[in-house]
C-alpha cells in the first residue's frame, strides 16, 4: 500500500477476528515503531509484545477504554532512567511517533489496531507498569491494540480534514 493511502485510509478497528498474526507480520510491526524520529536520536523506547493471554486479561481489567480482544497488544514503553530529566517530555513525543509508526504498518499489513493511552495517567502507568512486571525504569506509555479486523467491523474512516485547523502563512 502506498505511503499517503495508508495515511489518509487508516482508522481505529476495536473488533478482532481470532486469526493468528503471522511473525513476519510482528517484525515488520516492530521495525516500523523503531524507524520513528527520536529527539537526538535517543530511541528511549522499549515494545513490549503481549500474547500471553492472562497477561492481555491483566491489561484489559486496569484499561478502562480499552476492554477489546485482539491476538496481541504491542505496549510501547519509555525507558526512563536512559533518559536523563529534560529529555524526558522528547522521549515521549518518540513514543508517539513509533506508536503511531505501528498503527500505519498494520494497517498497511492488512491488521487493524487501535491506540488506547496510558500515558499521561499517572493509574494506567501504574496499574500497567504492575501488570505487566515491568519493573523501575520502564514506563509504559499507550496500549495498541492489533490484530485482523472482525468481518463484521463496520467503522468508518472519518474525513478529519478541516478548514479551521490551518492556515497558510505567505
Ligand atoms: C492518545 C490517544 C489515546 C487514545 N485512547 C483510546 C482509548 O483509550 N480507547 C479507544 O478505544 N481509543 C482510543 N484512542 C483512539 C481514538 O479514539 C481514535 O484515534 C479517534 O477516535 C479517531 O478515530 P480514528 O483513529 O479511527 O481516526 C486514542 C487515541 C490516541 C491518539
Known sequence: MEAIEAILTRKSVRQFSDTEIEEEKIEILLKAAMAAPSGVNKQPWKFMVVKNEEA?????DVMPYG????????????????VVPLMHDLAYCDLGAASENILLAA???????VWCGIYPSKKRTKDIKKALN????????????VGYPDPQNTTKIKDKFKERNYKIIE
Open 67 to 82: 476492554k477489546y480482544k485482539s491476538p496481541i497488544i504491542i505496549v510501547p514503553c519509555v525507558r526512563d532512567l536512559e
Open 56 to 60: 492481555k486479561k491483566k491489561i484489559i
Open 107 to 113: 494497517h498497511a499489513l492488512g491488521l487493524g489496531a
Open 134 to 145: 515491568l519493573g523501575v525504569g520502564i514506563s509504559p506509555f499507550s496500549a495498541i491494540y
